[in-house]
T-cell receptor, first 115, second 113 residues
Framework: AQKVTQAQTEISVVEKEDVTLDCVYE???????LFWYKQPPSGELVFLIR??????QNEISGRYSWNFQKSTSSFNFTITASQVVDSAVYFC????????????FGQGTTLQVKP | DAGVIQSPRHEVTEMGQEVTLRCKPI?????LFWYRQTMMRGLELLIY????????DSGMPEDRFSAKMPNASFSTLKIQPSEPRDSAVYFC???????????FGQGTRLTVV
């Protein structure tokens, strides 16, 4: 079965703090893809990153970084020096159904960054 | 490109009425997805198309739901008859290839009273 678990329902931090959003996935596929999306208060879903199962290199993009560890089936997302504009719901997603493009989303983590 | 365009943004309808949600994918994208977002079930895929052909509709909850893609630039999701439990935000997304990022529209917030 394919499953994505985001155990943190809500996180609240003060601006400039670092924060890590956890994502644990389950799949029997050897080839799969992992994604992070951001859903700001306006409601749209914004793509952040895509990672395939053969690429375990960590990725950094500005204040954002991602840690992919196949050994623990985790794909965690860290925001460094958080800002109020980072306040949103963040979704981790898995595409593992034989590469169909069918995304399995986690329940999302609501991040609130306070000034 | 203007991105994925959905209409209407908000829809309020009475139980039993037919509802049609519309989507214009990004030009050149071969894949189109319909997702539904609710508090209880989160984001779930309803159906997706490749080159206008439905590939996987296993997520469509009931026969009351149907989706079409008559051409590469237009898709509809229809609910007939609508029920209060259909109230949700419906997202359309498109992608150029499988496993690449899907670009989402702004969603249609449906309320069935």
């Amino acid at each position: 079965a394919q499953k994505v678990t985001q155990a943190q329902t809500e996180i609240s931090v003060v601006e400039k703090e670092d924060v890590t959003l956890d994502c644990v996935y389950e799949t029997r596929d050897t080839t799969y893809y992992l994604f992070w999306y951001k859903q700001p208060p306006s409601g749209e879903l914004v793509f952040l990153i895509r990672r395939n199962s053969f690429d375990e290199q960590n990725e950094i993009s500005g204040r954002y970084s991602w840690n992919f560890q196949k050994s623990t089936s985790s794909f965690n997302f860290t925001i460094t020096a958080s800002q109020v504009v980072d306040s949103a719901v963040y979704f981790c997603a898995l595409d593992g159904s034989g590469n169909t493009g069918k995304l399995i989303f986690g329940q999302g983590t609501t991040l609130q960054v306070k000034p | 490109d203007a991105g994925v365009i959905q209409s209407p943004r908000h829809e309020v309808t009475e139980m039993g009425q037919e509802v049609t949600l519309r989507c214009k994918p990004i030009s050149g994208h071969d894949y189109l997805f319909w997702y539904r977002q609710t508090m209880m079930r989160g984001l779930e895929l309803l159906i997706y198309f490749n080159n206008n052909v439905p590939i996987d509709d296993s997520g469509m909850p009931e026969d009351r739901f149907s989706a079409k893609m008559p051409n590469a630039s237009f898709s509809t999701l229809k609910i007939q008859p609508s029920e209060p439990r259909d109230s949700a935000v419906y997202f359309c997304a498109s992608s150029g290839q499988l496993n690449t990022e899907a670009f989402f529209g702004q969603g249609t917030r449906l309320t069935v009273v």
